[in-house]
């Protein structure tokens, strides 16, 4: 993960030095899409950093209508926000700049049409997920006596305490890309994978205490509707078994 960051940091760079270099030249258009390059890059980089390297992410909950809420840390959320943002403004740019030669860059067409394709792509992915976390707000898991509900930026995910059959800090078959998984089985056997409880707590670690806590102590599950659940999570005061 430290080489994943640092390769982005690297890149990051470069982008700031074409951003200069585009600004010196006086070409405004280029240089847009320098900056919405750079902000990608350096957004991705500051996150990978903060979860997965510093790990010095801070906690998030609140109690609403009887139910725990928990939120990724604030910063993680701007930082891939602003990523999201960047990569639409530069491949959006890129990909109708681009064909019409107006580009600072040595391209070839052919480069010119594979990268103004791929920058399309990629603009057009981000944009739902803009729209989505404008709409709905970000990632967030919600806690209450009954039930464990998840939101992955794309859709929720919902179990019923009663309904899990376990909970695990592994990917029962594969291997994960963030190196911490949660993975809720659910006893009809379908399952779901929480790809980033670093960004809710450092390593994810007391998140995962917590959801076992809550589904292996049903007796506890009051404190869920109280405020006494979110001050065990901010202490992480939850047995590890």
Known sequence: MTTVAI?????????????????????PLTSLIAFGASIFTFGLAANMYRTKISKSVISRVDVANSTTVLEPDSRCAYYVLAAVCGMILSGTLFAVLAPLHLVDLELTDGQRLFFSIGAAFVAALCVPALIRSLRHGGPRITLDSNHLDLYNGKRWTSFRWDDIDAILDYLPHGK????????????????FTLDTPDSYTQGGITLFWMLRHYWLTPEDRDELADGRA???????????R
């Open 176 to 191: 994960s890309n963030s190196g911490c998984p949660i993975t809720i089985v659910a006893v009809d056997g379908s399952t």
């Open 7 to 27: 390769a982005l940091g690297v890149m990051g760079l470069l982008c700031v030095n074409w951003l200069i270099r585009t600004l010196a030249n006086g070409e």
């Open 230 to 240: 979110a001050e065990r999570f901010l202490s992480a005061r939850f047995e590890t």
